[in-house]
């Protein structure tokens, strides 16, 4: 039996690859500069201080390291609060959970106002308990902390408690604390598709049917 649901908002509810293979140009661009072809390629894999340090040493930019990185933080913020997009049928099921009394929340590892903007703004905010950050928590999602710290909050056992990640690292830690694990596909994880699909409890390719999806998940 299901009695909560834990969200994770990057890839899950929100479509916020864009922002990230394309920060470096859109940076660039508030700039007048015109960015290399598959720069988000390259800053992809960097850390936002790797990817300062290419930037300045790339383009000649008469920036320190600081500076680039509130520019670019200014660029992902921006688009949270008025830019990313809920994945199609994310509202459905935040629906359909809320009309059968499952409680949800939040964890997450990426910034709380950016995820409470974008969330508020696409008028969904109002589904959630709660929000919790790794920031906040102290680990990671290669620890299980942020998902005990998410069923306290929803007062249920890991066993009736859905995850919905779509990183293979955190389906395999939220599985390995016992809670059922929901794999949801985004294209930043295409490299793993296969482990995903072999260790989420259950594979949502999309949000779609929900009524077919209930029934595989509380065994109706």
Known sequence: MIKGVVFDVDGVLLNSMPVWENLGELYLERLGVEAEKDLGETLFAMTLEEGAQYL???????????????????EVKDFYVSKVP?????????????????????????????????????????????????????????????YYAAA????????????????LHAIQTAKRAGFKTVGVYDRAN?????????????YLPEFKDFDLFWKRASGE
């Open 152 to 167: 306290l909050q929803l007062d249920t056992d890991p066993k009736e408690t859905l995850v919905f990640e779509d990183a």
């Open 190 to 202: 295409d490299r793993n598709l296969a482990q995903i699909w072999n260790t989420a409890d259950i």
């Open 86 to 146: 809920l994945k199609e049928g994310v509202r459905q099921y935040l629906y359909e959970f809320r009309e059968r009394n499952i409680p949800m929340v939040i964890a997450t590892t990426g910034d709380r106002e950016n995820a409470q903007a974008a969330l508020k703004r696409l008028k969904v905010y109002s589904y959630f308990r709660g929000i919790f950050t790794c920031s906040e928590i102290g680990s990671g999602k290669n620890q299980p902390d942020i």
């Open 56 to 74: 300045i040493s790339r383009y000649g930019l008469d920036k320190t390291p600081e500076e680039i990185i509130k520019g670019l933080n200014r």
